[in-house]
């Protein structure tokens, strides 16, 4: 039976669930983590968003305001960051609604959202989801540790990341 999904923000009792949740599958994601995105939500520098799905938790987003990419925080594009659904509920829809939601968000604040995606296989349900939403690339190629790799460059894969946007319109009242 498929379970409807909710999304509500992250609270300080989601921090060692999510953290236990993540642990059980083999990913190393430590309540401080979450902890630490309370606080940054505190400040008003990120939005986290907490999926449910039949009451149990079932995967999170976050947007940063201002993106740690350089031309994102330049043009003032907030950047949906750190996009993760736990497999068990994968391709059911939870991903869709944490992005619907963050990119609602972020239209009330900007024209266009932002994000970045790994480049190794363990990103390619990402990487399809983006380009199926309409993202695509910003135009300045593979960014590696921070900085634009150049041709030629040797890089490990799994240090390198494509940045993409999408114009996000806001929703009627």
Request: aromatic share 8%; proline share 6%.
């Amino acid at each position: 039976m498929e379970h409807m999904t909710t999304i509500r923000h992250l609270v300080q009792d989601d921090c060692p669930v999510i953290a236990r949740a993540f642990a059980e599958q083999g990913w190393n994601k430590p309540a401080s983590q979450y902890e630490a995105y309370l606080r940054e939500g505190a400040g008003g520098k990120r939005v986290v968003l907490v999926a449910e799905s039949g009451g149990r938790f079932a995967g999170y987003v976050t947007i940063v305001w201002e993106s740690g990419y350089p031309p994102f925080r330049e043009a003032r594009i907030p950047e949906i960051v750190d996009l993760n659904v736990l497999r068990e509920v994968q391709r059911r829809g939870v991903a869709t609604a944490l992005l619907d939601e963050a990119e609602a968000r972020i239209a009330e604040r900007s024209p266009v959202a932002g994000i970045g995606v790994g480049l190794t296989h363990d990103y390619g349900a990402a990487q399809v989801l983006y380009v199926r939403r309409g993202y695509v690339p910003d135009g300045r190629g593979l960014i590696g540790r921070g900085r634009q790799i150049e041709p030629g460059e040797q890089v490990a894969a799994d240090d390198c990341e494509l940045y993409l946007t999408r114009p996000v319109v806001r929703p009627e009242a």
